[in-house]
């Protein structure tokens, strides 16, 4: 088995995507933090940085979804391909909306993305793993995004 393969069949996620996704929590942990400490100018500059982090991430899953698409044994290609730029879509909205408004926006999109990458994990479109590393990104990404609420 080639290594590609083992990635493909093994239920747990690879090393490097835990430790590489890990390390794309910090600025969501590290923003969500700033935005609570501080003077009103970091703050509210901290809370426009997460805003933005999270449009970011959001666009990035769309990109793994162009990605999965792709897959020679993927149907409806077309259809899966216009879908996966509907996250840099919202990405980009919610870059101009007030920032309780953009961190709710963001917060419902993840989720969403997170359940239509367990449909397709499912489906075998997606690793098997891929729910397993998406579920405590995901969590943290919403609760850093959501802190802005309090």
Same mark, same amino acid.
């Given at each position: 088995?080639?290594?590609?393969?083992?990635?493909?069949?093994?239920?747990?996620?690879?090393?490097?995507?835990?430790?590489?996704?890990?390390?794309?929590?910090?600025?969501?942990?590290?923003?969500?933090?700033?935005?609570?400490?501080?003077?009103?100018?970091?703050?509210?500059?901290?809370?426009?940085?997460?805003?933005?982090?999270?449009?970011?991430?959001?666009?990035?899953?769309?990109?793994?979804?162009?990605?999965?698409?792709?897959?020679?044994?993927?149907?409806?290609?077309?259809?899966?391909?216009?879908?996966?730029?509907? @996250? *840099?879509?919202?990405?980009?909205?919610?870059?101009? +909306?007030?920032?309780? &408004?953009?961190?709710? %926006? =963001? #917060? /419902?999109? $993840?989720?969403?993305?997170?359940?239509?990458?367990?449909?397709?994990?499912?489906?075998?479109?997606? @690793? *098997?793993?891929?729910?397993?590393?998406?579920?405590? +990104?995901?969590?943290? &990404?919403?609760?850093? %995004? =959501? #802190? /802005?609420? $309090?």
């Amino acid at each position: 088995m080639t290594t590609s393969q083992a990635v493909q069949t093994s239920d747990a996620p690879p090393k490097a995507a835990f430790i590489l996704g890990g390390l794309g929590l910090l600025p969501f942990l590290g923003l969500a933090l700033l935005s609570h400490l501080g003077e009103p100018t970091l703050t509210h500059l901290a809370s426009r940085a997460l805003v933005a982090y999270g449009s970011v991430i959001l666009s990035f899953l769309g990109g793994i979804r162009w990605g999965l698409a792709l897959a020679p044994t993927t149907t409806q290609v077309g259809l899966r391909l216009s879908q996966s730029i509907i @996250p *840099s879509l919202i990405g980009a909205t919610a870059v101009l +909306l007030p920032t309780l &408004a953009a961190t709710l %926006l =963001l #917060s /419902l999109s $993840l989720l969403t993305l997170l359940w239509l990458d367990m449909r397709l994990a499912r489906s075998h479109a997606a @690793p *098997s793993w891929y729910p397993k590393l998406r579920w405590p +990104l995901t969590l943290g &990404a919403c609760v850093s %995004l =959501l #802190s /802005l609420w $309090l």
